[in-house]
T-cell receptor, first 112, second 111 residues
C-alpha cells in the first residue's frame, strides 16, 4: 500500500464546474496535510494546508479532511483553464521532523 | 521578499561524475529540505537540514549528501552519478510549524 494515494487522472471538467480531487493516506497518526499545484515543467506551489477535521476555504479552493477515514480532498469551484495542472497531495506523518510524503498527483484539465 | 532560489537551473552530466546543487531559503526560513522528482512522479524526500545538521533522511543511498551553512543556505551533492539520477531536484524551505515552499528546481540530466 502506498503511503499517499491519488488517482493520476486526467480529470477533465468543463470551465465553471467544480473539480474534486481526492487523496488517501496510510499513516493514521498524520497531522498535517497539504495540496500543491504543479504546472508542467514548473515546481510545486502551495495552495492549501489543513490540520484539523472539517473544511477549510480559501477563495475558490476548499480543502476537506477526515482523519477517521484517512481522506483529504480539494474542491476547486468555478474551475478556470488556468487551473489545469497536476495537483499533489502531501502529508507529514509520524516519523518526526516535517518530511513531506507526496502522492503521484492528479492531472486536472479544465476544458473551454 | 525573495523566495527559495536554486542554482543552476539545468545541468547535464555523464555517468560517474559528481554534482553539487545549491539552494538559498526564503528569508526568515531556517530549515531546508531536498526532494527528487522523477518524470510523472511525486517528489521523493531526500533529506532535511536544520541548524547545520541533517535532521531527517529519506531512502536514498550515501551517494547523496548535503550540507547547510550558517546563513541557512544548503548544498546537495551526488557522487558517482547514475542514469537513474536524472530528475528534477527541488529544494524547499520552511520554519517551525510552517508549510514548506519550493524553489524552481534544478533539472539534472545524466548522459
Amino acid at each position: 500500500q502506498k503511503e499517499v494515494e491519488q488517482n493520476s487522472g486526467p480529470l477533465s471538467v468543463p470551465e465553471g464546474a467544480i473539480a474534486s480531487l481526492n487523496c488517501t493516506y496510510s499513516d493514521r497518526g498524520s497531522q498535517s496535510f497539504f495540496w500543491y499545484r504543479q504546472y508542467s515543467g514548473k515546481s510545486p506551489e502551495l495552495i492549501m494546508s489543513i490540520y484539523s477535521n472539517g473544511d477549510k476555504e480559501d477563495g475558490r479552493f476548499t480543502a476537506q479532511l477526515n482523519k477517521a477515514s484517512q481522506y483529504v480532498s480539494l474542491l476547486i469551484r468555478d474551475s478556470q483553464p488556468s487551473d489545469s495542472a497536476t495537483y499533489l497531495c502531501a502529508v507529514i506523518g509520524t516519523g518526526g521532523g516535517n518530511k513531506l510524503t507526496f502522492g503521484t498527483g492528479t492531472q486536472l484539465k479544465v476544458e473551454l | 521578499d525573495a523566495g527559495v532560489t536554486q542554482s543552476p537551473t539545468h545541468l547535464i552530466k555523464t555517468r560517474g561524475q559528481q554534482v553539487t546543487l545549491r539552494c538559498s531559503p526564503k528569508s526568515g526560513h531556517d530549515t531546508v529540505s531536498w526532494y527528487q522528482q522523477a518524470l510523472g512522479q511525486g517528489p521523493q524526500f531526500i533529506f532535511q537540514y536544520y541548524e547545520e545538521e541533517e535532521r531527517q533522511r529519506g531512502n536514498f543511498p550515501d551517494r547523496f549528501s548535503g550540507h547547510q551553512f550558517p546563513n541557512y543556505s544548503s548544498e546537495l551533492n551526488v557522487n558517482a552519478l547514475l542514469l537513474g539520477d536524472s530528475a528534477l531536484y527541488l529544494c524547499a524551505s520552511s520554519t517551525i510549524n510552517q508549510p514548506q515552499h519550493f524553489g524552481d528546481g534544478t533539472r539534472l540530466s545524466i548522459l
